[in-house]
C-alpha cells in the first residue's frame, strides 16, 4: 500500500488548510485511516482518524476546528484544518491501517505562523 499526501503549506493564524491523501495499491477492509502529527522535539499524535464504519476519533486540541472525512470507493482521506494555531505546526502523516498491517504516507509540513 502506497500513500500519497498533499497540501501542507504556510498560513497565518486562523486560517485554513486542507489536507487530502491517496491510498493505492492492495487494500484490505475494515481499515482505519488517519493523520498524525509531529513537531519538532516530540512524539508523533494522533490528530484524527476515521475507520470504514465512520468511527471517528479526534486529539482534543484539534476538536472543533479540524474535520476528517474518507472517500472508501476512492480510498482518500481528507482534513480539513480551520482557526490554525501556531501549536498545530508539524508535518502531518497520513496513515492506513487494516488491523494486520499501519502503512504511511511521506509527511507534509504544515507552519502556522504568528
Known amino acids: 500500500v502506497q500513500l500519497q499526501a498533499s497540501g501542507g503549506g504556510l498560513v497565518q493564524t486562523g486560517g485554513s488548510l486542507r489536507l487530502s491523501c491517496a491510498a493505492s495499491g492492495t487494500i484490505f477492509s475494515p481499515n482505519v485511516m488517519g493523520w498524525y502529527r509531529q513537531a519538532p522535539g516530540t512524539e508523533r499524535e494522533l490528530v484524527a482518524s476515521l475507520s470504514v464504519s465512520d468511527i471517528i476519533q479526534y486529539l482534543d486540541s484539534v476538536k472543533g476546528r479540524f474535520t476528517i472525512s474518507r472517500d472508501n470507493a476512492k480510498n482518500t482521506v481528507s482534513l480539513q484544518m480551520s482557526i490554525l494555531k501556531p501549536e498545530d505546526t508539524a508535518v502531518y502523516y497520513c496513515?492506513?491501517?487494516?488491523?494486520?498491517?499501519?502503512?504511511w504516507g511521506q509527511g507534509t509540513l504544515v507552519t502556522v505562523s504568528s
Open positions: 496513515s492506513l491501517n487494516d488491523y494486520v498491517n499501519e502503512y
